[in-house]
Each structure stands twice: as structure tokens, then as C-alpha cells.
């Protein structure tokens, strides 16, 4: 059924039917529909606009369409335009003309505008409750691999040492900023824009406010022409969703590379891992490489939608409705990849000597060995450019430091005495780095127990 027929003399085109329509996908907001059609008429009976029955009987007949679909009695036929048309054509056919009263003083460009905001601020929600497991397990992670040392890297190349608690830490921060954003985000969507109409207003006493209320807003918008119009809410939540993604990605890659031959810091389960129709020996991060992968289209949706708004003038325009696919795309895959992360992560396992081996090599030590010389009242650019020659001499002779005689650290320099080796023991080197921050044993406590009370604090 069509809500626009009278003007018309002849039938739609086919195509365009098809073309136009967005039942097929923004069927996925029924519910929120229902919510808000339920909301507007409780508001128009108690304003004296509709009467007690009227309501009721629409209140039931929308309730009863609900149940339908819920059971799959009721189908997403394509005898509508979209889900606003399909709702209201068929609580007309249910309760005949009270039916016919629910659009009073409500346009559909107010009625999409709410829907996709209560759909939104759903998905936020379960957003952040897909955060809160991934913040749990990483934190768990960090609690068990204070002590657990693995070579940093700047430039993919070992830098100084450092503990896996720490490196992932970084991530805890991450996600942290990942969940304070999505919490921002519904906070300043948090605006009722129904009874905005087609965007001026309506000559009826609608009582925007207390619709708001009745739908968990925390007041009505304020201007019923930027309510209509506003999408701002999507390219926000679109932009959080692509850096958590951004963030998902980052560590997805790290894993790739600790999972190789190579490195051998990790262990993929096997229930997370996939293998070669090919090579028998293969057992690859296939899930890994898609997380990775999947950012792109998260990006793409973002960018879709930034272009889609970019040129429009007020107020409503068809444009927007492809605000849909591409939010629903993007939300649909975040979910996912977040709850992969956090299962690929639970069932890891990290290979602790391989990591420890590792930061031992490659002269990771360089930098508290310079800072040994400093303390010997050497200065540091001097102390720099002395250890500098102790690396040369090391690669030349395939020696790490810590092997090094004495008489090969005073052939260098002379400051250099005994105390040296436990000076740039890989201990030392982490456990003495305490600064707020940092990865020794006495930060580390503090910043995982940090994390920890900030985690109870988000329940
Ligand atoms: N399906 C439309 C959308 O998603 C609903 C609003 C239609 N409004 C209109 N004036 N044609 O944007």
C-alpha cells in the first residue's frame, strides 16, 4: 500500500518502485518503529488530539503486528514502500479507520529520524557491552604477564624490552578511549526528534517533550529543521566504529607477526585457525588477516556516508536513506570482529621464552647501557655515541652485551666497570623503568590496578 496515491493519476514504474523502495532493509527497525508509533499516539491521546479508544486500539493493533512478525506470521512482502508504510498499512487493515489516525502531526521524515536514532542508540549499547568483555580479557592477559619479557619495537625493530603486560596495555588504553567515545557519542544523540513533522513543525499542541521522556531521550531537539536533517549521530557512531576498528586491526597485525615461524611468540588455537586446501603443514590466522581485512569496509561506510551528506540542502532529501545499508554493514561487522578479538584472544597462547629469548637479542639493552655511563657523570650524547661502538663491536663479533668481558667494555670506554652487567641485565632494564607508565613491576601494578578499578567503574 502506498501512503501518497491521491495525487497521482498513474501507476509507478516498476524500476522505480524497486529502486525506491527500503523495506528490505530497513525492516531491521520494526521494533523501533513500533516503539516510537506507540510513544506518539500515547502523547496524542493525552494532548486530546486522539481519543482513549483510539489509542488503545491502536496501541493493540501495532502490539499485535509486533507478535506477527516476531513469530513470522507476518512477512516483509514487497507490497510497501518501507517500514513506516508497511506498519501503518497494516494496522489499517487490523483496526480499519482508528488506523488511519496514527500519522496524525507526524511526517515520515521525523518518524525515520527517530527510528534510526532508538536503533542506534541499541546498537551503542551492545557496543559497549562487546568493549567491556574485550577490556576484560586483555586486562586478564596483563595480570598474568607482568613478568613475562618480550622485546618493544619502534619501526618493527627491537627497540628496548619490555613485559607483555605492558604491550598490551596499550591496547586496554585503546579500547578504553574506544568505549569513552561510543559513550559520548549517545550522549549527545540522546535528542527526541519526533513531532520535528516534515520539518516545520505541526499546528497541532504535540508535547514533544513528553514523548522524549517516554522514550528515554533525555529532552526533544531543538530545532525541527536540523532534526530532520541531522545525521551527524551516524557519522559519529560510523567514526568510532572505524577506529575501534582501526585499533582491532593494529593488534590483529601484531598477532600475524608473532604467530609466524619467525618470531613464534604466539600460538594460534586450532579452533581459531584455519588451514590450506594445499600445503598439509599450514595452519593459518586467517581470522586475524579478516579483522584486518573487514577495517576497509568499515572505513568505506564511514567515507559513503560522509560523501552521501556532503552536498544536501535542508531539510529532507532520499539521499539520506542510504544512510541505512551502509550503518547496518558497519555495525553488523564491528559486532563480529570485536567478538572475535575477544575469543582469538582467550584461547592464545604465548610462548614466554620465545618472547624472553627474543628480547635479549638485538642489543635491546643499548639504551639503559648509554644510561649507566650517564650516571658515571658521562654525558649523554658522549655515552651515545660509546655505546654506539660497544653495538659495532658486538655485531662484528657476534656478542650481545651481556656477554661482553670487561676488558672488552674498558677497551671501549673506561667508565666501565663490574656493575655494568647488572646494569643492563634484561631484569634490570625492566624492573628499574618504574616512571608512571612504564613497564617495571611497581608501574605496572599500579596502572593494572588502575585499569581495574576503571573497568568496575563502566559496569
Ligand atoms: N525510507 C525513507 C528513508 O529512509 C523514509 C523517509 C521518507 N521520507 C520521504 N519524504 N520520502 O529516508
Known amino acids: ?52 479508544d483510539e489509542r488503545d486500539r491502536i496501541i493493540e493493533g501495532l502490539k499485535s503486528i509486533e507478535e506477527d512478525i516476531e513469530k513470522g506470521n507476518l512477512r516483509f512482502d514487497d507490497s510497501s514502500e518501507d517500514i513506516h508504510s508497511f506498519v501503518e498499512a497494516h494496522l489499517i487493515e487490523r483496526i480499519g479507520d482508528a488506523g488511519k489516525k496514527l500519522h496524525t502531526g507526524r511526517s515520515r521524515n521525523d518518524q525515520v529520524a527517530l527510528d534510526m536514532k532508538l536503533y542506534i542508540r541499541d546498537g551503542i549499547d551492545t557496543f559497549k557491552e562487546l568493549l567491556y568483555e574485550l577490556l576484560s580479557e586483555v586486562l586478564h592477559i596483563m595480570e598474568d604477564n607482568r613478568s613475562t619479557y618480550m622485546p618493544g619495537f619502534t619501526h618493527l625493530q627491537k627497540a628496548q624490552p619490555t613485559t607483555l603486560a605492558h604491550h ?3 591496547y586496554f588504553e585503546m579500547f578504553l578511549r574506544d568505549y569513552d567515545r561510543l559513550v559520548s557519542t549517545r550522549k549527545r544523540m540522546n535528542l527526541s526528534p519526533l513531532g520535528s513533522g516534515a520539518f516545520a513543525g505541526t499546528t497541532y499542541e504535540l508535547d514533544r517533550d513528553y514523548v522524549a521522556d517516554l522514550l528515554d531521550f533525555d529532552t526533544a531537539t531543538r530545532n525541527s529543521m ?12 560510523l567514526s568510532d566504529l572505524s577506529i575501534i576498528s582501526m585499533h582491532l586491526s593494529r593488534l590483529s597485525e601484531e598477532i600475524i607477526i608473532w604467530n609466524t615461524d619467525e618470531y613464534r611468540f604466539v600460538e594460534m588455537d586450532d579452533t581459531y585457525s584455519t588451514g590450506s586446501s594445499i600445503m598439509p603443514q599450514k595452519k593459518n590466522p586467517d581470522i586475524a588477516e579478516l579483522i584486518r581485512g573487514k577495517t576497509g569496509r568499515v572505513y568505506g561506510s564511514l567515507i559513503s556516508l560522509l560523501t552521501a551528506m556532503k552536498g544536501l540542502p535542508l531539510a ?22 570485536i567478538k572475535l578479538m575477544s575469543g582469538m584472544l582467550s ?33 649523554f650524547r658522549d655515552a651515545h655515541e660509546i655505546v654506539g661502538r660497544l653495538v659495532l663491536y658486538g655485531i662484528e663479533h657476534n656478542k650481545a652485551l651481556d656477554d661482553f668481558t670487561l676488558e672488552e667494555f674498558k677497551n671501549i670506554s673506561e667508565v666501565f666497570d663490574k656493575d655494568i652487567y647488572e646494569a643492563i641485565s634484561l631484569k634490570t632494564c625492566v624492573e628499574k623503568r618504574n616512571t608512571k607508565g612504564a613497564p617495571g613491576l611497581e608501574a605496572i601494578n ?12 563502566l559496569k
Open 226 to 237: 536540523d532534526s530532520v536533517s541531522d545525521r551527524d549521530y551516524l557519522l559519529e557512531l
Open 316 to 337: 529532507y532529501n532520499k539521499d539520506m536513506q542510504e544512510d541505512k545499508e551502509m550503518s547496518f554493514d558497519a555495525i553488523d561487522t564491528v559486532k563480529s570482529l
Open 347 to 379: 584461547s592464545m597462547k604465548f610462548n614466554h621464552s620465545r618472547m624472553e629469548a627474543s628480547a635479549k637479542g638485538g642489543f635491546t639493552n643499548a639504551t639503559d647501557a648509554a644510561d649507566y655511563l650517564v650516571k658515571k657523570n658521562v654525558a
Open 168 to 170: 598490551f596495555g596499550a
Open 446 to 457: 599500579k596502572e593494572i590496578e588502575d585499569s581495574k578499578r576503571i573497568l568496575e567503574s
Open 1 to 52: 500500500m502506498k501512503l501518497w496515491g491521491g495525487r497521482f493519476t498513474k501507476k509507478t514504474n516498476k524500476l522505480v518502485e524497486n529502486f525506491n523502495e527500503s523495506l528490505s532493509f530497513d525492516h531491521r527497525f520494526y521494533k523501533q518503529d513500533i516503539r516510537g508509533s506507540i510513544a506518539h499516539v500515547t502523547m496524542l491521546a493525552k494532548q486530546n488530539i486522539l481519543s482513549s
